[in-house]
């Protein structure tokens, strides 16, 4: 990967990063693996589907999510190496303790 292309993508992920719903939709799946989209709005203590959907749209773009769809359900996971590449102070080996409501 060439520096530009290295940069740019660092500048993304902090980017995505630096929002703290996002941030808390990282260390969730860290904690916890794979959850579906309704698990990560209970775990949040959200009320909108589509404020979720949007964080994790925006987490995929930058490839720090895995996607798999089982019929109407879709889980998300992390993408760990990306994370440990870009991010490795939130990278799930940490030991992250769940976050709470913010």
Known sequence: MNDH??????VKIYKALG???RLRIVQLLGRHGELSCMELLER????AGSTVS????LLLDCDLL???KEG???YYSLQEQMLRQY???IAPD???TEPTGG
Do not use: I, V
Request: proline share 7%; with cysteine; aromatic share 6%.
């Open 66 to 68: 895995a996607l798999r």
């Open 72 to 74: 109407t359900y879709h």
């Open 5 to 10: 292309k290295s940069f740019q993508t660092c």
């Open 54 to 57: 949007h964080h994790l749209r």
């Open 44 to 47: 949040l203590q959200l009320s």
């Open 87 to 89: 991010a490795p102070a």
């Open 94 to 96: 940490h030991g992250e």
């Open 19 to 21: 929002e703290p719903t």
